[in-house]
DNA sequence: CATGGTCAAGTGGCA
DNA sequence: TGCCACTTGACCATG
């Protein structure tokens, strides 16, 4: 195992009020317009840089960015903003001090991003959506490959799970080619829906997006797979010299003993030692609580 | 100032 | 039929 990795919010700067997700709803976007919107994406910005440092401090090289460092990015002309110059400094920066810092940064865009949906309504909200991960990456002078990689879900099925593969290559052909070279897909949670098998099988195959492997995720849908085979495949989708991503988290119904919720859900901390089963990977840990879930789990196992 | 309901977006599973 | 879960809580009105 190499990177360990947290998703999008640190609970301890947090705490101080450094985020990146300062966001809005849309009746103030209406009140307030794009000077309010670019205030945020600035402060945003800017704490960005300081959350960088402080996993350089704590040895922490891997990061996942929220999706609401530009409030409304994906419905506003973001070069519109009037601090849009300075944004894109701050950006810049950032960008040189991960590049400087060999840190790996990547976004997971929302499971409203469907290019397989019968509504090309839906479609193209995922568009402008992915093309504004897609920006803030250019921004921050990020790779064109899945080193820096925009992961999302085929996530649904509309009842015929051909048709919607179907729909969502030919609709990821309308994606730029910035945006189409960091895409990957992960497997879902869900029986009904795509397993790691599937995406090798029906995208893969066709036409070569990576697979991110969810080793929770694949708990629910193994597509007669297990997790050592599931992974494998996984990996065996990612261009050389890029190293897999797969996703980390547990099952907050079992920690908690709680049968009213999800067994998807994330529980807060992770107990169990992360089995890769020698594969060269980087991990991403999603649990609730974070980086500080992460430093617990690097303490327990010594690492 | 703390709290709790609500918030842009899509879908599917379940009580 | 309406909540929950997913990428993630944070916003905002109210007391």
């Not at 950032?94 to 090309?120: M, Q, V, W």
């Amino acid at each position: 195992m190499n990177n360990l990795g947290y998703a999008c919010i640190n609970m301890t700067l947090g705490k101080k009020g450094i985020l990146t997700g300062r966001a809005m709803r849309k009746s103030t976007l209406d009140a307030k317009g794009l000077p309010y919107a670019s205030q945020l994406a600035l402060e945003n910005a800017k704490d960005l840089k300081t959350i960088l440092e402080w996993n350089v401090d704590h040895g922490i090289y891997f990061f996942r960015i929220g999706s609401d460092l530009f409030p409304w990015g994906n419905k506003i002309d973001i070069t519109k903003l009037p601090d849009y110059n300075e944004i894109v400094k701050v950006l810049n920066d950032c960008g040189d001090y991960a590049r400087a810092n060999n840190i790996r940064l990547t976004t997971h865009p929302g499971p409203f991003n469907l290019l397989a949906s019968d509504k090309e309504e839906v479609v193209l909200n995922t568009i402008l959506d992915l093309e504004m991960h897609s920006t803030l990456f250019d921004l921050l002078k990020l790779d064109e490959t899945p080193f820096n990689k925009i992961n999302i879900h085929v996530g649904a099925t509309y009842g015929n799970k051909e048709v919607a593969i179907y729909r969502w290559k030919q609709n990821f052909k309308r994606l730029s080619l910035s945006c189409q070279k960091r895409l990957t897909l992960e497997n879902d949670d869900k029986e009904s829906m795509y397993s790691v098998k599937d995406l090798y099988d029906s995208v893969y195959q066709d036409i070569g997006i990576p697979i991110v492997f969810d080793i929770h995720h694949h708990n629910f849908n193994t597509g007669g797979m297990d997790h050592s085979e599931a992974m494998k495949l996984a990996c065996s989708t990612w261009p050389k010299g890029i190293r897999p991503i797969v996703h980390y988290s547990e099952s907050k119904a079992l920690h908690e003993n709680n049968n009213k919720i999800k067994l998807q859900a994330h529980s807060d901390y992770i107990s169990d030692f992360i089995q890769t089963h020698d594969n060269d990977v980087d991990v991403m840990i999603e649990a609730k609580a974070k980086e500080l879930a992460l430093l617990e789990y690097r303490k327990k196992y010594n690492i």
